[in-house]
């Protein structure tokens, strides 16, 4: 956490997460670029932009996809989560090598006529009307343009400055950009393969991506169907003796929005589930020095206020709650961020360290 | 959700023991399966066929008659060691423009045309030095060749620009590259239609309207796609050039 924007706030785990992915990147950029032409051994060698442009272009997706399938997997086993941390990093990168897949496009196919190479672009092939042929370009423009702008507002000054709602609703577009680059290699280089190699692992990765999403929102709902029971308007989060200390129980409520019941020194607070950095689910977090521990980022609060800790001013809504019959259960309708709750204690703190 | 007994990562902590191995484990995991895929992607790209710029033969000088339509050919009448008497070059400018401005003024008459070869099997194609070292008037009297006309015929296949179908880009066809030969054709550089069978002999055809001249702008559309079409053939020297019947074309099954 910060009160001050700095460009990066490093610390050893960043420089881990970056130096692996980063060596990932150049480890395929290498063997691609400069060990396959020797496997291939063409009689007349594809020419080393086009070669460039595939490596580039390929990388880019790979890196697209392994940033989609972080999400799914840390709600499917949560060891995952520490790859979420420094995602927006992967996110930048895949930005960049993108940018190189389309200048090596732009400066080798879109080249060398009287026209600009941008205005080529535009103009070289206007079979909209049609699948085959389909100007696949128009897709890779697309992703790339929503690329550029996840990576330029991936900054936290950015989310501050947008409010996260805006910037969070800004960066879904991470998903029309990879439907944008499946398209893009489905209508273009896919249509020319006689070897079905790439093809078979283009369509392996773009179904693990979705296939892993579908499993994750699966399981999610069956998480919060459990507690949708209501006794008068409230919502039943839980058996009493389901709350372990220094953990969250999260229910769902009815407007969609999930609550995060903590049990902290025999007491039970509620806080929003939704971290106001980039709705990490505090509820999958932990208390750590009396402070509730988003599992993403890190960032804290104290569960009976919903405050981040002076000198940060980050704040999330709190909720009443009551214990009936050895239930937990929640007022649907959430207080004000930043508004104290007096802790329910319970007659016998369960699961207690 | 998170249990009691599960390790917590926090970013800015240092990581919890329970969970070093699992994330040495995926990081091995992320770095060998980008190595993997960079070797299966890589190595399995198609060959796109001998073809390139023969600037191993050297620059290539011949002398001939200038015809233009449907782009501008010159009829070999004096050649050399590689380039035969009776052959028909395509001509082409650098990078994706044709020579029609050029070889305008020589319609009908002998040029001396200069530059690199660029060949694919029986395809070649002469991209012309700039200026007057690259076609210029040659001293003689001279008239276009006859053409001998084949016949209708109806072919499958696909539509190319011909320089980079001749090794300009390597690959230099299909639908991948449909943008960059259909800005190779805007420049003028005469498209070439691909048989999927060999056509007396030759499965290159010089791509012409039905009226002889050059393609029709409509026919953008159907460039890099696998298509049917018909159309009148003519042999002119050693090169086939095919008039195609524009309402004649649907893709091929």
């Not at chain 1, 706030?9 to 032409?37: H, R, S």
């Not at chain 1, 805006?166 to 398209?183: D, F, G, N, R």
């Not at chain 2, 082409?92 to 029609?100: E, H, P, S």
Request: glycine share 10%; net charge neutral; hydrophobic share 45%.
């Amino acid at each position: 956490m910060s009160v001050k924007y700095i460009p990066v706030q490093w610390n050893k785990n960043k420089w881990w997460y970056d130096g692996i992915m980063l060596f990932a990147v150049v480890c395929y950029l290498w063997v691609f670029i400069e060990i396959t032409p020797h496997i291939l051994n063409h009689e007349s060698p594809i020419n080393a932009q086009v070669h460039n442009a595939r490596a580039f272009g390929s990388c880019a997706f790979l890196m697209l996809s392994v940033i989609l399938t972080i999400g799914p997997l840390a709600r499917l086993d949560n060891r995952f989560l520490p790859l979420l941390y420094n995602r927006r990093h992967f996110g930048v990168m895949t930005a960049f090598v993108a940018l190189a897949h389309a200048g090596y496009i732009l400066d080798w196919y879109f080249a060398f006529s009287k026209a600009g190479k941008y205005e080529a672009l535009l103009f070289a092939n206007t079979s909209y009307t049609q699948l085959l042929g389909f100007p696949f370009e128009a897709f890779g423009i697309f992703a790339l343009l929503c690329l550029l702008i996840l990576a330029t507002t991936s900054h936290d000054f950015w989310m501050k400055f947008l409010t996260p709602p805006i910037w969070k609703a800004l960066h879904y577009l991470i998903y029309a950009a990879y439907i944008s680059v499946v398209a893009h290699v489905s209508f273009g280089i896919l249509q020319d393969q006689q070897n079905q190699a790439f093809p078979i692992l283009f369509v392996v990765v773009a179904c693990a991506v979705v296939g892993l999403h579908l499993l994750a929102a699966i399981s999610e709902r069956k998480k919060a169907g459990e507690h949708e029971k209501s006794t008068d308007g409230w919502i039943e989060v839980c058996a009493t003796s389901e709350m372990n200390e220094g953990y969250a129980k999260i229910a769902k409520l009815p407007k969609g929005d999930r609550v995060a019941v903590f049990l902290q020194d025999g007491k039970l607070s509620a806080i929003s589930n939704a971290c106001a950095h980039q709705n990490g689910p505090l509820g999958e977090g932990k208390i750590l020095n009396c402070l509730v521990t988003c599992p993403w980022h890190g960032f804290q609060y104290d569960v009976t206020n919903g405050r981040s800790p002076a000198p940060f001013t980050e704040t999330v809504p709190t909720y009443n709650l009551a214990v009936e019959n050895d239930r937990v259960l929640v007022d649907p309708e959430a207080n004000q961020p930043g508004t104290f709750v007096e802790p329910l204690v319970l007659s016998k703190p369960k699961g207690g360290s | 959700m998170t249990q009691k007994t599960e390790p917590f990562f926090v970013g800015y902590l240092k990581v919890p023991k329970g969970l070093r191995s699992f994330l040495l484990m995926a990081s091995l995991m992320f770095v060998g399966g980008f190595l993997a895929a960079s070797l299966v992607i890589g190595a399995t790209q198609d060959d796109a066929g001998k073809a390139g710029f023969r600037f191993d033969y050297g620059r290539q000088t011949v002398t001939g008659v200038v015809e233009l339509k449907p782009y501008p050919l010159l009829r070999v009448t004096k050649g050399n060691d590689r380039i035969a008497v009776g052959h028909t070059l395509m001509l082409t400018g650098g990078g994706k423009a044709g020579v029609m401005d050029r070889a305008t003024p020589l319609h009908g008459k002998l040029a001396t045309a200069s530059g690199v070869i660029l060949e694919r099997g029986t395809l070649d194609m002469l991209q012309l030095r700039g200026g007057k070292a690259g076609l210029k008037a040659a001293e003689g009297e001279a008239s276009i060749p006859t053409s001998e006309p084949l016949g209708k015929w109806r072919l499958a296949g696909e539509i190319c620009d011909g320089k980079c179908l001749a090794g300009a880009m390597q690959p230099g066809r299909g639908l991948a590259h449909k943008a960059c030969a259909n800005l190779c054709l805007i420049g003028g550089i005469p498209p070439v239609f691909v048989s999927s069978k060999p056509v007396e002999g030759s499965e290159f055809l010089l791509v012409a309207s039905a009226d002889g001249g050059p393609m029709l702008q409509s026919l953008y559309d159907k460039v890099g796609q696998f298509i049917e079409l018909e159309g009148e053939l003519e042999r002119r020297g050693d090169m086939l050039v095919l008039k195609i019947d524009e309402t004649s074309i649907g893709l091929a099954k």
